[in-house]
């Protein structure tokens, strides 16, 4: 039986393998003179500008990529997805994010099932639970109203709702709404985060919402128990139906953990960890912290790119034309990571987010149908907030490993300063970064240009960049709710249609499965050393070498007894 086909066999691939010399030939100086180019490379939807001029490629690369994503039946991928189809096939999974956000009378089906009414029920009662909370209804065991929050989870279940905290928190109609309120999230196992989340909060005047799905998610459920165990010694057992709810489909153990199974809010087997942070994973502390009509806009912001996804043609599509330009970029020209630049502080937890999203999602080595990849694969995603990341790594941006940047600038600061006697306010001197950092990084400056400036010769090789080096400039109008939605939504989709071109599976994480078992084997000879004397065996010498130098150490607290952290 022949092996199945992979993309890389197509016609359309090789085309843009032999095209690939065309384009070494060439120089973004030269490439960005062409107006009719310039103009041809962008694309606007609801006041999101994108401009992919900068990229190393022509109007012919993006109608040689798009002839790819017909050889990858890319639309009818999209199509299968938003359908319903089972197309995680190794979980045997829907992928149904978009349903999170979808509109009440949608119909999307999964197993022949409409889920949008139980996305809705749901969405109706985090409503209803978070206007109680915030109105000082629900009290906590000494009759206090609750009003800091700390969700407890960890990957998809903290750094999607991470990111979307961190980005209204200097909104202003979000900023206002959650006056006199916390959010902290709970997700590193390490107890100096436990530490940090707990830090100065009373436990009389605090809601921990517990993020998992199975509800037994290792690190997870260890740091809920240290959680649970902070609201008892202060305010007994019976304080824990008051101060703990969940996200979580087992209602047999949050009912065994003291949590009221009424107060458990519902995701699915549909919603991937990385994409749930429109499910109750992000929508219910989000909620409590700034109220639902806010994280409502956030919702419809996602859900209008979504409708544009689908719909649109690719020629205009924004997240279809990222992901290929991203496929071009790692498996043609070489180039294996890509910078994440907002130029708004509010985005500072974007780039970890998204980190996740691409990397868990697209770092796979083989098909979808199991076959070795002859091709790369997947992004290395990393990125701070300009002007910061100037001062870091865009050294090696300019001069060093040529590394395709996204830089995002939003045309109204969330918080506008300006002083009285300056040249340009402070949010005009952020954005003169944002306009010139691409045009540094595509036309560079040759020692013709410094000889000019009568630069020292020994210090020409020294000054030269060489230029030519790729970006994408997104231009948002403001940074409401509505356009961190969309922000998510258009990432979300950018890595989908680079799997669906890639030919694997962007909805597994099998790679995470091996670390988790060897710590368990790691974990039982601990307890077993520990309590027991017993000394370490079954592990190779340099992992044994480790684990007997760890043990020699008498631990700092004594294992007969309950401590809690003491900042």
């Not at 003291?258 to 429109?278: E, Q, T």
């Not at 937890?349 to 691409?358: D, F, G, N, V, Y």
């Not at 045309?411 to 300006?418: E, L």
Request: proline letters at 5%; glycine letters at 8%; hydrophobic letters at 40%.
């Amino acid at each position: 039986m022949a092996s199945p086909a992979l993309i890389s066999d197509t016609d359309q691939w090789k085309a843009l393998q032999a095209h690939v010399g065309a384009i070494h030939k060439t120089h973004l100086r030269d490439l960005m003179a062409d107006a009719d180019r310039c103009k041809a490379m962008t694309a606007e939807f609801e006041g999101i500008h994108l401009d992919y001029s900068r990229q190393q490629a022509t109007t012919e690369t993006v109608d040689k990529l798009f002839k790819l994503a017909e050889a990858a039946k890319l639309k009818e991928k999209i199509e299968k997805m938003f359908s319903g189809d089972k197309i995680n096939s190794t979980e045997n999974r829907s992928v149904l994010h978009v349903a999170l956000r979808a509109p009440r009378d949608a119909v999307i089906n999964s197993d022949g099932v409409n889920v949008v009414p139980e996305v809705w029920a749901v969405i109706d009662k985090i409503k209803q639970f978070s206007e109680t909370f915030r109105s000082g209804s629900w009290v906590g065991a000494t009759g206090k109203p609750l009003t800091n929050v700390v969700s407890v989870g960890i990957g998809g279940s903290f750094l999607g709702p991470l990111f979307v905290h961190t980005a209204l928190q200097t909104d202003p109609a979000a900023a206002e709404s959650a006056k006199g309120r916390q959010l902290r999230f709970l997700a590193n196992v390490d107890p100096v985060d436990v530490a940090r989340s707990i830090k100065d909060l009373d436990p009389a005047t605090t809601l921990v919402v517990v993020v998992s799905k199975t509800f037994t998610t290792a690190e997870t459920m260890l740091n809920a128990r240290t959680i649970k165990e902070w609201i008892v010694s202060s305010l007994g057992p019976q304080a824990v139906s008051k101060h703990m709810i969940a996200v979580s489909t087992n209602l047999k153990l949050v009912k065994e953990f003291g949590i009221d199974p009424n107060n458990a809010f519902a995701f699915w087997d549909w919603v991937g960890g990385r994409y749930s942070v429109c499910s109750a994973v992000g929508v219910l502390p989000l909620s409590l912290q700034y109220g639902f009509p806010i994280v409502q806009k956030f919702l419809e912001g996602a859900s209008s790119i979504d409708n544009h996804f689908r719909t649109s043609s690719f020629e205009k599509n924004i997240p279809v034309l990222l992901g290929l330009l991203s496929v071009w970029n790692v498996s043609f020209l070489g180039y294996p990571a890509r910078a994440i630049l907002p130029y708004t502080q509010a985005l500072e937890k974007l780039a970890p987010h998204i980190q996740q999203l691409s990397m868990e999602s697209n770092g796979k080595g083989v098909s979808i149908d199991g076959v070795r990849l002859p091709y790369e694969a997947g992004e290395i995603d990393f990125g701070e907030p300009g002007t910061n990341g100037q001062h870091s790594f865009y050294q090696l941006i300019h001069q060093g490993r040529v590394i395709p940047c996204d830089f995002i600038g939003v045309i109204k600061s969330q918080q506008p300063v300006y002083l009285k006697g300056e040249t340009v306010s402070n949010h005009d001197e952020l954005m003169s970064n944002f306009f010139a950092q691409p045009d540094a990084l595509a036309y560079g400056k040759t020692p013709e240009q410094l000889r000019s400036e009568n630069v020292s010769e020994n210090l020409i090789p020294h000054k030269t960049f060489q230029g030519n080096r790729p970006s994408l400039s997104f231009l948002l109008s403001s940074l409401s709710a509505y356009e961190i939605g969309q922000l998510l939504s258009i990432y979300e989709h950018r890595i989908a249609v680079q799997g669906f071109i890639w030919g694997i599976n962007s909805f597994d994480q099998w790679g995470v499965e091996l670390g988790k078992s060897l710590a368990s084997q790691v974990r039982k000879q601990l307890h077993a050393s520990r309590m027991e004397g017993k000394p370490v065996e079954g592990f190779n010498p340099s992992s044994a070498s480790l684990l007997a130098r760890y043990l020699a150490v008498e631990p700092s607290i004594p294992y007969d007894t309950t401590v809690l952290p003491k900042v």
